[in-house]
């Protein structure tokens, strides 16, 4: 069979398998080729794997700031490869998850306790925030900046975060900025003001 391809067609062919496989990268962490993958130098492979039990007791305590309990794969190395992991956020009154991001994961906010103000920001800095109360589900999109803040000062607020990568990459906004090494000076004239002042932001920034 004679395959007759114009320079046209063969760049549109290029071009739809280079756009597919991007996407098929960038989406989502990569398929496995097995049920699961297992670790190394342990054999048999048994239940205790499949079963993560870092949460144990968390709802028992008491907390003083918000706290994020994670469940990715670097808590739980089983989920390497499954495409999903798990956060319990627990939020003090008054409290608040400062603005960050998950570059590899969408994630599913479902609020189980208490009221709590989200919101995240598009590429066109439109806000989109809303007051969730139990029960409400909300969605942040892969790679925006977001946030939580329990607005109520009396009483706690629990939640939980389905991500869609067993690795989200979460990235703090404040930390990343304040504390990556960026000089004072490159800051001080990117959000026009002077050097005291971004001195002044790095040291709070750097309290728990």
């Known amino acids: 069979m004679a395959w007759n391809f114009t320079k046209t067609s063969l760049f549109l062919l290029i071009s739809f398998f280079t756009i597919t496989i ?7 962490d990569p398929d496995i080729l097995s ?5 190394e130098n342990q054999t048999p492979v048994n239940a205790n794997y499949f079963t993560y039990t870092g949460m144990r007791g968390i709802f028992q305590k008491s907390v003083d700031t918000c706290t994020t309990t994670k469940a990715t794969k670097a808590e739980f190395p089983v989920l390497n490869g499954q495409g999903v992991s798990l956060a319990v956020l627990q ?10 991001y998950h570059s590899r994961a969408t994630g599913l906010f479902l609020l189980l306790e208490g009221v709590l103000e989200v919101g995240f920001v598009n590429t ?11 029960g409400d589900i909300f969605l942040f999109p892969k790679g925006l900046q977001h ?5 109520d000062h009396k009483k706690t607020a629990v939640g939980v975060a389905a991500l869609n990568s067993a690795s ?5 906004l404040p930390s990343s900025i304040f504390n990556s090494g960026i000089s004072e000076l490159v800051l001080a004239k990117s959000f026009k003001t002077d050097v005291k002042t971004i001195k ?9």
């Open 22 to 28: 991007s996407r098929t990268t960038i989406a989502s």
């Open 35 to 39: 049920d699961f993958i297992a670790p």
């Open 91 to 100: 939020f003090p009154p008054g409290s608040v998850n400062p603005p960050h």
């Open 124 to 134: 066109k800095d439109v806000l989109y925030t809303q007051r969730l109360k139990a």
């Open 147 to 151: 946030y939580q803040y329990n607005y």
């Open 168 to 172: 989200p990459g979460t990235v703090s």
């Open 200 to 208: 002044k932001i790095k040291t709070a920034t750097r309290t728990p």
